[in-house]
């Protein structure tokens, strides 16, 4: 008798691009946009936000993700987290708050380059101990 195995988890995204237009000292502002993410099998992903250099530029950056209903906040101290998801068809609703440093300086061109990544997890690299579906800082 043949046992089915499920797939290993994969997800396939559909970007959304943000354009924070021209930023100046001190400037403060929130941007909201919506993604959709499809998930062939339940299996822990991981949420990273690119924040290199982003430092620089901002004093504070706050990422808000509401993945079908889950939240997951991300910041410039906390840039990554573990969500667990089943398969289907997700909305990712994605909202930036930002405050730019009073003296900016950061990486000339971030045009093209992404912000956030999901990417599932390998079984073999164990349980997540930063799981956070509703977890805000």
């Known amino acids: ?17 943000v354009n924070l237009g021209n930023l100046t000292p001190g400037m403060a502002g929130s941007i909201s946009a919506t993604a959709h993410l499809y998930v062939n099998s339940t299996g822990y992903f991981n949420v990273k936000l690119h924040d290199d250099g982003l430092d620089d530029v901002f004093s504070n950056l706050t990422v808000v993700l ?5 939240s997951v906040t991300l910041n410039l101290k906390r840039d990554e987290a573990t969500v667990n998801l089943a398969p289907g068809n997700y909305t990712v609703t ?27 997890i390998k079984e073999s690299e164990g349980s997540p101990s930063n799981q956070t579906e509703t977890e805000s800082e």
């Open 1 to 17: 008798m043949k046992t089915e195995t499920a797939p290993p988890p994969s997800c396939v995204a559909i970007p959304v691009y």
């Open 66 to 70: 509401d993945i079908g209903g889950r």
């Open 94 to 120: 994605v909202t930036i708050y930002y405050v730019v440093n009073d003296n900016p300086h950061g990486p000339p061109y971030v045009v093209n380059k992404p912000l956030i990544t999901v990417t599932p």
